[in-house]
DNA sequence: CTAGGGTTAG
């Protein structure tokens, strides 16, 4: 039986609409599954893509599907249909095959259940799986996903040793991160000479969280000679990722410093991406600047090449409703709509408060009925009563009728189909 | 076929 299936049958699950899908590239999946906000849509998306079997849809796809699934799931607090959904992967045949048990772990880690990750590590052996770096990456990662950074030390030296590989510099990436998070740059650094006397690469991406973790504490002054030091002995260049903790750094102070960090990175063939934008971005909006906010945001694709992520329509969505700017806010709501990146719901709950109190009747009712459809119900029965305080609960009703009635007559043909 | 830089709430 397929996971899904086997879930279904488990807890009479609903099922919402969806057309067929077909993949083709590992992006237009993502677009697509982005905007799949209901749990059981996105696991009949994911038991499309394990049922067909189709050689264009890719592992990376298939796991992002997972990955999604179980995301949507957490997001509904529905722990134990996680639970049973990655469960059920265990009795398949290509449980053998560590890439795909490792993405057992990896979705584990995710939503925080660690205690899962680790005893699906432990049942390698009893299912026939070889443990190598990728399964114990995974495991480690899980740990820091899950925010229980202790235990990264702990089994980094015992598992290597006791079952037969070595640690690369991905594992030692995530344990230099582990000590990080404890508050402990220091230990890391130690890890760095650890990494030296065993002959693994040392790569940027591990000095940046180092670095990043030396300016959380407050000490910038051994952050820069930190840097300086891996710059002069190691020959170390610094990428988008080291102007980004830079810039992380100096945007709570001037935007000027922001604007002119940004400089200096085109100036020395370092592209600024869309993280580094955000800063610009954010750092314009709390000086109460939401012109030049909006024109970095609007020159973002055009000028700059970079996609707006959910941060970034988050942040202005933020500031503008701050400002009163309600309509404008709406544009950039819309906008997010559009690519499939809206913000979250705290967010779009303030911005329409603010266009219902100005009268602006037509977007709040749009607004709420796109929050319909993308939002858990759980999170929109609180809703109903801010909706009836602005005059807008006939909205809500017209949209669960809607979508009550398609739900049924889709789940009939499902059931249809799957016999 | 993995690690960082973001992802808090306001």
Redesign the pocket.
Known sequence: MSPYLALRRARHLSTATSAAIKPVTISQTKSKLRNVYDPDEALKIYSSFTAANDPST???ST?YAQELAVRRLAKSHRFSDIKNFLESHKSLPQITQE?FLSSLIRSYGVVGMFENAINTYNEMTDLGTPRS??SF??LL?AC?QSKVFDRVPVYFYEFPAKFGFSP???S???LI?AY?EMGSPETAMEKLKEMEEKGV?I????L??IL??LYKKGSSDEAENFWHEMVTEKGCQP????Y??KL?HIHGGKPEAVKGLIEEMNNAGIKP?T??Y?YLI?CYSVNGMMDEAMKVYNDLLKAKGCNP???TF??LV??LCKKERFMTGYKVFKQSVKVGKI??F??LK?LVEGLAKKGHMTEAKAMIRTMNKKFPPELLKAWGKIMEELGLAHVDIEEVNSTGIEKVVDLDKIEKAST
């Open positions: 890719s592992p990376a796991r890439p770096t990728l990456n995974a990662s820091v690369d510099k991905f030692y990436g995530i991160k990080c690469e790569g940027v991406i591990s940046t969280t990043h973790a990428d988008v990722g080291y980004n903790v992380w991406d993280i580094s955000n954010t992520n959910a941060a988050r942040i933020f500031h913000p979250e705290n967010t303030y």
